[in-house]
């Protein structure tokens, strides 16, 4: 069990950036794997990134890729999602999510899916205006 508080969202225009911040607490922070999900109005929850504690291996989305950058500070025991050259297709609900790392490395399109993650976040509002 592992309880994530997301922060940092807010309102921006194209162009610009934020930084969200995803907080850990209840187990060991090194033994989850972490990732960031969004959901606009309307859609579906999707994969944003996520970073591998065994390998500090990360993964994007294609839409996001050389824009955002997810990182970690395990002292803190937080995760981070930065992003850069915001778009309006970009506004969304933000959450972080948390799974159990896997025994064996599963592949890459395991960390993608939603249903494999079972802590999630509250969830920060991200909007962008044109």
């Known amino acids: 069990q592992v309880q994530l508080v997301e922060s940092g969202g807010g309102l921006v225009q194209a162009g610009g950036s934020l930084r969200l911040s995803c907080a850990a607490s209840g187990r060991t922070f090194s033994n989850y794997d972490l990732a960031w999900f969004r959901q606009a109005p309307g859609k579906e929850r999707e994969f944003v990134a996520a970073?591998?504690?065994?390998?500090?291996?990360?993964y994007y989305a294609d839409s996001v890729k050389g824009r955002f950058t997810v990182s970690r500070d395990n002292a803190k025991a937080t995760v981070y999602l930065q992003m850069n050259s915001l778009k309006p297709e970009d506004t969304a609900v933000y959450y972080c999510a948390a799974m159990d790392r896997p025994p064996v490395y599963p592949g890459s399109s395991y960390y993608k899916s939603k249903f494999v993650y079972k802590s999630w976040g509250q969830g920060t509002q991200v909007t962008v205006s044109a």
């Open positions: 970073i591998v504690w065994i390998s500090d291996m990360t």
